[in-house]
């Protein structure tokens, strides 16, 4: 009645609705206890920014013809207990120090966000984080040609990767100082 090729289509179509069924099953699962874990609600203390501010000549620094560009580099203290972003579904975190600010005088409409420091966190072991005088990763620099002497918010920020699912992105409250001011240089 049915050919061997229709038999192994509809077992195959059997077992692939199986699985993902199962699959997300286990992603609202762990997302559940993700939320119960108070994974959403973790608090972080970013202290002692300490802002250089210097100007490069560099394109990989955003210099164009030859005109300089005003590079901003941090140090800062940071602690974090991020152990409530680790269950069973977890394959490892990504988490990055991010500053916002807004757009300037000709776009309030719009904020800005770099990056100034990021890490992959592979076990719950590792998640909790106690970093002193740690160096930004990254010299970042505005689109504009200052960064104006900006007011800025730090965040920390996350990518719960899973071995099931959706990636899971939030940000964590920052107490300490979670505000900096950047370094002028004079130019505009």
Sequence with gaps: MFSTVQRVQN???????????????????SYTQLIQ???????TRVENQKLKNVVKFTRRAGSVNNKGKE??????????????????NTKQVFVYLTAE?????????????VTFWDKIILTKEDAILHLRN????????D?????????????????????VGALIFGESEVVGEPTLQFPGTGRK
């Design 134 to 141: 740690q160096r930004s990763a990254y010299s970042v620099y």
């Design 11 to 29: 077992v195959f179509g059997y077992y692939t609705t199986v699985i993902l069924i199962v699959s997300a099953i286990i992603s609202a699962l």
């Design 37 to 43: 874990q108070g994974a959403f609600g973790i608090q």
């Design 143 to 163: 689109v504009q040609k200052s960064f104006n002497e900006n007011n800025a918010t730090l965040k920390l920020g996350w990518n719960i990767q899973p071995w």
């Design 71 to 88: 590079n901003v580099r941090m140090n800062f203290d940071l602690d974090a207990d991020l152990t409530p972003l680790f269950n069973w």
């Design 101 to 113: 600010y807004d757009g300037g005088a000709k776009r309030t409409d719009i904020s800005n966000k």
